[in-house]
């Protein structure tokens, strides 16, 4: 059994990345502020109290596992949280000599034309620059990191809960987008490829993005 170590199981892409992992055999330890908030009971799953914040909690919790998985996000309100958690992440799980990990990122760094990124377009919303920014930045702490086996997954543009196809397209740098120009991806089958990349590391040191 693969055992794997989850930030931000109660958020609407961690609760999904949950169901996927216990579905397909890992045993998941929740690391969470507040472990109350998580009412799902599983043989396999463990739920332990810690923040992100502080690399000693990821590095306790994280020890003997072979994976740790973030979803962890800052919200719009708190985008300068996201360096910071970043920073923790990644000392944290050396700590624990965890190698694999896999961390959802935000879809505003995507090229949509060589050199722009979705984020510099002028459809993009301007509620979303600030988090969108902060996101990129820590993709760059990524990007520079080679002792992890890191990979970076960027949703596509619209990312909403929906049904679980089991399909989809990966990428890398370039926004994904169907026949008729739209860029999006279930939160569920967003899940599925996350766990796909837990079983099948095929973006080692990469980023990757999902689109239908």
Not at 53 to 82: C, F, L
Not at 104 to 118: D, I, K, T
Request: with cysteine; hydrophobic share 40%.
């Amino acid at each position: 059994m693969t055992k794997m170590v989850l930030i931000g199981a109660s958020g609407k892409i961690g609760r999904r990345v949950l169901n996927e992992a216990l579905n397909r055999g890992f045993g998941v330890t929740a690391m969470m502020r507040n472990p109350g908030m998580l009412s799902l009971k599983h043989p396999a799953l463990k739920t332990v109290q810690g923040n992100i914040m502080r690399k000693e909690d990821i590095g306790k919790t994280a020890v003997g596992h072979d994976i740790v998985v973030s979803a962890y996000g800052p919200g719009q309100n708190d985008p300068s949280d996201m360096l910071e958690a970043t920073r923790s992440l990644l000392e944290g799980v050396k700590m624990a000599r965890v190698k694999r990990l896999i961390v959802v990122g935000g879809a505003g760094s995507l090229e949509v034309a060589p050199g722009v990124m979705l984020l510099d377009t002028p459809e993009f919303p301007a509620t979303w620059k600030a988090i969108s920014l902060a996101h990129k930045d820590a993709l760059c702490l990524y990007l520079h990191e080679r002792d992890l086996e890191w990979s970076y997954a960027h949703p596509a543009a619209s990312l909403e809960p929906g049904m679980r196809t089991g399909h989809y397209r990966l990428g890398t740098d370039k926004l994904l987008a169907d026949h008729k120009g739209e860029s999006r991806i279930s939160m569920e089958d967003f899940a599925v490829a996350l766990i796909d990349e837990a079983e099948n590391h095929r973006h080692i040191r990469k980023r990757f993005t999902v689109a239908y």
